[in-house]
Nanobody, 121 residues
Framework: EVQLQASGGGLVQAGGFLRLSCAAS????????IGWFRQAPGKEREGVAC????????YYGDAVKGRFTVYSDKAKKTVYLQMNSLKPEDTAVYYC??????????????WGQGTQVTVSS
């Protein structure tokens, strides 16, 4: 059974940083990609970043390029989202998701529970 466990959210001031973790189990890590998505109140869920575990190729949404970094620890089967220079508009519930390639939120088939990130101004 595919399971994803997201953690690491919290409250941080603008300009600060957080690192989110997504612990994966129940599947062959290299066969999947892990994507990070976020959803703010009243807004559609949007893609933040995605990493292809087989070779580490990564992709980012325009809103976070240059500030966020996605990387994985294969030994721990965990994907991290390092978020720097946080802005109030980054406030959202963050989710990790898995599937066979990076796609939009309506493509990804497996989801973890969300973790709240709140950035104060």
């Amino acid at each position: 059974e595919v399971q994803l466990q997201a953690s690491g959210g919290g409250l941080v001031q603008a300009g600060g940083f957080l690192r989110l973790s997504c612990a994966a189990s129940g599947f062959t890590f290299d066969d999947y990609v892990i994507g990070w998505f976020r959803q703010a109140p009243g807004k559609e869920r949007e893609g933040v970043a995605c990493i292809r575990n087989s070779d580490g190729a990564s992709y980012y949404g325009d809103a976070v390029k240059g500030r966020f970094t996605v990387y994985s620890d294969k030994a721990k089967k965990t994907v991290y989202l390092q978020m720097n220079s946080l802005k109030p508009e980054d406030t959202a519930v963050y989710y990790c998701a898995a599937d066979d390639h990076c796609g939009g939120y309506n493509y990804m088939g497996y989801w973890g529970q969300g973790t709240q990130v709140t950035v104060s101004s």
